[in-house]
């Protein structure tokens, strides 16, 4: 393509407003969200905006009806989901009905996951990993390369539980949760210790995982974050991670390869991995002692500022502010925390923009001295119990439901041998 034809493809940010029917200071929001990117205009002010990906937002973020012969078939239709777990409204969420920050600020997240999954709320409830289980993942993870991530090993002790459990097929309620109480205990005792420890500390699960996290021991309003965190994490309605759980257990896959479906989606850096994006950002700020700075790097190369925004809410991620608030409480937050509202200040000097929970967990794992992909394993061990609550909605599903038809858009046939 000709450098003019290129030119031709792309919108100025008049065009593309309208196109969308937004605002120019709204379109900017899009950049800054991750939702659009922008290139600037060479030798002048303001920028382009792919046409196409302009008209795919259209399409997808606000939700543009087709015409009449855009419309696919009846047939063709995926099958509405249906979820009695999270609501997710007025820029708050709901799990059962609940609102999420307080069940956070209340309970600790074995206790919720226990009763998203049964109903029964018992306080005190803690996740064993089973000996055999456990030993298991343990030689499946030692096996990996040493240069692995955190959640490869978490995909490693997966399908290890998975083998090791011979009533891994009983779809029964009660046995599936049995199973996902193993199952989460398993995938952070199977994780190896952080720092010059040397043994695997009891406690909750969120007292486990920061042992295998941080390189220094916790105080308890650390460890009040994390467990926040985790709550805060179970589920945000049908996420990519959650699709990809769903369609499995709408198969009738065991619980173990339903985890599996999820963590394959939380690999990429627009799931579960956006929050390692937010930490090497937040890291480099604190380094170079400007915010402002590191985010006219990534809008002048057309990169979206990370931890910023999100598409279910118009003001503030609920669960950043309530993590925000709590890491106000660590002292030794108090560096990362700043470099982050400093972020959020830079970006928005314009454009209303928010902090959204990647950011929260950039804070906590720079803030801790954890490693960069410590805010994705806690995402998917915090998950990990919502793709269980769906698996078994899916479960009582008529099988095979999430069966979508494609829209074919190839060469109508006949077409000669290749």
Do not use: C
């Not at 009738?252 to 799931?271: F, I």
């Not at 929050?275 to 002692?289: F, I, K, N, P």
């Not at 998950?383 to 999430?402: F, K, N, S, V």
Request: no cysteine.
């Amino acid at each position: 393509m000709t450098d003019q034809a290129a030119q031709q493809q792309r919108l100025t940010t008049r065009e593309a407003a309208q196109r969308l029917g937004v605002k120019p200071e709204t379109l900017y929001s899009y950049v800054s969200r991750g939702l659009l990117s922008s290139e600037r205009v060479s030798g002048g002010r303001g920028s382009t905006f792919d046409a196409a990906e302009v008209d795919e937002l259209a399409r997808r973020g606000r939700r543009v009806r087709p015409t009449a012969s855009e419309e696919p078939p009846a047939a063709a239709h995926a099958v509405p989901v249906t979820t009695g777990i999270t609501l997710i409204d007025d820029d708050r969420y709901f799990f059962r009905g609940v609102d999420a920050v307080e069940l956070a600020a209340r309970y600790d997240y074995e206790e919720v996951a226990q009763w998203l999954w049964t109903g029964a709320l018992r306080p005190g409830t803690r996740f064993t990993a089973p000996p055999d289980v456990l030993a298991a993942a343990d030689r499946s993870v030692a096996a990996l390369p040493p240069h692995s991530g955190l959640t490869d090993r978490l995909r490693a002790a997966t399908v290890a539980a998975a083998v090791a459990d011979p009533l891994r097929f009983d779809l029964a309620p009660q046995t599936v949760v049995a199973a996902a109480r193993g199952l989460i205990a398993t995938l952070v005792d199977a994780l190896p210790l952080a720092g010059d420890r040397f043994h695997r500390p009891g406690g909750s699960i969120a007292q486990r995982l920061w042992s295998r996290l941080a390189p220094r021991d916790a105080d308890d309003t650390s460890i009040k974050v994390l467990q926040a965190a985790l709550v805060l994490l179970i589920d945000h309605d049908l996420a990519a991670s959650t699709v990809a759980a769903r369609v499995a257990a709408s198969s009738r896959a065991h619980p173990y390869a339903v985890v599996s479906a999820g963590l394959g989606a939380v690999d990429g850096p627009l799931h579960g991995a956006a929050s390692g994006l937010a930490h090497r950002m937040l890291t480099e700020v604190l380094e170079r002692g400007s915010a402002g700075a590191v985010v006219s790097d990534h809008l002048r190369t057309g990169r979206a500022v990370p931890g910023l925004g999100h598409r279910l809410y118009q003001g503030e991620d609920p669960r950043a502010r309530a993590l925000f608030e709590l890491l106000a409480q660590v002292p030794s937050a108090e560096r990362a925390l700043g470099a982050a509202r400093a972020v959020e200040r830079a970006a928005a000097r314009d454009v209303p923009v928010h902090a959204n929970v990647d950011l929260a967990l950039a804070v906590l794992s720079v803030s801790a001295g954890m490693p960069i992909d410590a805010g994705e394993t806690v995402f998917a061990v915090a998950r990990t119990a919502g793709w269980i609550a769906h698996a078994l909605e899916e479960y009582g599903e008529r099988p095979l439901r999430m069966r979508p038809r494609g829209q074919y858009t190839g060469p109508r046939p006949p077409q000669p041998l290749p």
